[in-house]
């Protein structure tokens, strides 16, 4: 048990120390001091970001990096939100997930016409930074409120009569999926 403890803590020491290191080692570098200025932060911060809106126009493996930023924030912070007492917090990820959920089933079926045209994977991180930013003008709040929920309200009958079916379905796969498994067991 010690012996993973420690193993643990080591790992945990080394991202520590790589974290570590690309903040006061690699910064402290006289031929890149000048990034750590005050009076370049903005510099800093908006060439990265032209750096990655070049890259996801032109670079490859944009749809990972672009899924990354997509899924990798709203998670933690969905998690943050989770263990925090405060409803606010909840409601506004929980929004945000279903929004990402519509998004992407109706990517699904647009994603390879889509994926074609130069600016779109800029388009879509744009799009998702959009729909979790902390602003009064946040993209999951107004696409859920103005085009979600009316549908789902309009329609939430025949959508539960549909669920049912489904989830009856669903249940009878599984039964049948069982009952073949036991047969199966059975004849061994």
């Known amino acids: 048990m010690a012996g993973s403890t ?12 790589v974290i570590d290191w690309a903040k006061n080692d690699l910064l402290k570098d006289p031929r890149l001091s000048f990034l750590t200025e005050e009076k370049n932060q903005p510099f800093v911060k908006y060439g990265g970001l032209a750096l990655l809106a070049l890259y996801l126009v032109f670079g490859w493996g944009g749809q990972l990096i672009v899924n990354g930023i997509g899924f990798v924030y709203p998670a933690y912070c969905s ?72 549908f789902f309200l309009k329609n939430q009958t025949k959508i539960d009569k549909t669920m049912g079916k489904v989830t009856e379905q669903v249940n009878l796969l599984g039964d049948n999926v069982m009952h073949m498994a036991s047969d199966a067991v059975k004849s061994d």
């Open 79 to 150: 998690i943050l939100a989770l263990e925090s007492t405060k409803k606010e917090d909840d409601t506004r990820w929980l929004t945000y997930w279903i929004v990402y959920a519509f998004f992407s089933l109706t990517e699904f079926f647009s994603d390879f016409l889509l994926s074609w045209f130069p600016f779109y994977w800029l388009a879509k991180c744009v799009f998702l930074v959009w729909c979790f930013l902390p602003v009064p003008w946040n993209g999951s709040d107004m696409i859920y409120s103005q085009v979600i929920r009316p």
């Open 6 to 17: 420690q193993k643990s803590n080591q790992d945990t020491l080394t991202v520590t120390g």
